[in-house]
DNA sequence: GAGTTTGAAACT
DNA sequence: CAGTTTCAAACTC
């Protein structure tokens, strides 16, 4: 029954009510409701036990229409605060959005057929689309905010906490619930992982918002990004930021650089001349010296310049850019070095 | 364990 | 949107 009324509602794609009737058996449903709208003539029921969420109103059962409910990242469970009654609500809630993201897709009843998943999964495509959720921002609720308490940031309560009056328990939903309003009405993505993936496919995660570090070079656990290992990227406003991608042959690199120390030729000028010389640091009385020749700076400077237009390209940031250049003139000398040395 | 530093989030 | 405050975690001693 409540499968053949989803599915009438769903193909008819209207807003409001997306399935009504008189004489649901609540014992048997499970429903992956998202967000519904609070009726002034009606209630919320919240089924603890089996995930629920109905309105009921005059004249029969309503679920009310539901928005933002992508089928990704259902995690946490945000249900309508369990009133004193568990029948009305607060005056100050009617036609507030009600907010009830499930853990997972659930059945929607005990005897649905192999089809059910792709059957839900549509239906939440279709109600997406097609709902006209606002939700409102004039809840004041003083409460552990979603920065502040890592517990309420993740959508879960608190437990085994050291916390002092924490409201983040089911004690306190009302409270709670509210906390949570205001907070995704302040950002709609308060309650998302700040560690995603930047693009589909994309295999590399990364800050969704970037970091802001100034101090810390973005090495220090006082990185978001630098705690999830990752390095920053194009997003980050990060100052002296030192948390980019190493190179993989970086090892080389540095021991390349280690032997390596860029002489004088013609007042500093390195563009102004013919050669170069590198000398090694180590042993510097007995290794013979390297000559760069114009044409080699003139290779050099031009891959240097390909990785910047790449840089720029790519939108990388500016710490990232000069990371893939000096890699690049890391390979550079290396190359140039490993021919000489050859002959 | 106390005090300091840091940066995200909240607040103005 | 920029500057300030609050907060909790990271860090240092």
């Known amino acids: ?3 053949d009324a989803i599915r ?3 193909e008819n794609h209207e807003d409001g009510a997306i399935f009504q009737s008189s004489n649901i058996d609540e014992s048997n ?15 919320l029921h919240r089924n603890y036990s ?28 945000h249900l309508i605060p369990q009133y004193e009654d568990q029948r009305n609500y607060l005056q100050s809630d009617v036609g507030s959005p009600v907010t009830a993201v499930l853990g997972q897709l659930l059945p929607v009843s005990g005897n649905l057929d192999s089809n059910k998943q792709e059957f839900e999964h549509e239906y939440l495509k279709s109600v997406a689309s097609t709902s006209t959720f606002q939700p409102e921002s004039n809840l004041q609720v003083k409460m552990t905010s979603a920065g502040y308490c890592e517990c309420f940031a993740s959508g879960d309560f608190c437990n085994n906490c050291n916390c002092n009056n924490c409201y983040n328990n089911p004690l306190h939903e009302t409270e709670r619930f509210k906390a949570i309003k205001v907070c ?17 496919g994309d295999i590399k995660p990364h800050h969704n918002k970037g970091c802001n570090c100034k101090r810390s070079g973005c090495l220090k656990n006082y990185c978001e990004c ?3 290992k990752i390095v920053c990227s194009s997003i980050c406003k990060c100052i002296g930021c030192k948390n980019y991608e190493e190179s993989p042959d970086k090892k080389t690199q ?28 180590l042993e510097k009385d007995r290794e013979p010296a390297v000559h760069i020749s114009l044409e080699d700076v003139k290779a050099t400077c031009a891959r240097l310049l390909v990785q910047a237009e790449e840089a720029e390209k790519g939108g990388y940031s500016v710490c990232l850019a000069e990371c893939m250049i000096m890699e690049e003139f890391g390979r550079c000398l290396s190359q140039i070095l490993h021919v000489q040395l050859k002959d």
């Open 1 to 3: 029954e409540v499968r």
């Open 254 to 281: 540095l021991t390349t650089l280690n032997y390596m120390d860029i002489g004088n030729n013609d007042e500093n000028n390195p563009f102004l001349t013919t050669t170069f010389e590198i000398s090694p640091k």
């Open 29 to 43: 449903c499970e429903l992956l409701a998202l967000h519904g709208v609070a009726e002034e003539s009606g209630y």
């Open 184 to 200: 995704l009405d302040r950002n709609p993505e308060a309650f998302l992982p700040k560690i995603g993936q930047s693009k589909l």
């Open 8 to 10: 009438n509602v769903t």
């Open 50 to 77: 089996s995930p629920l969420m109905i309105c009921q109103l005059e004249g029969g059962t309503q679920i009310f229409c539901i928005k933002d409910c992508g089928t990704q990242d259902l995690k946490t469970i």
């Open 226 to 228: 630098f705690e999830a």
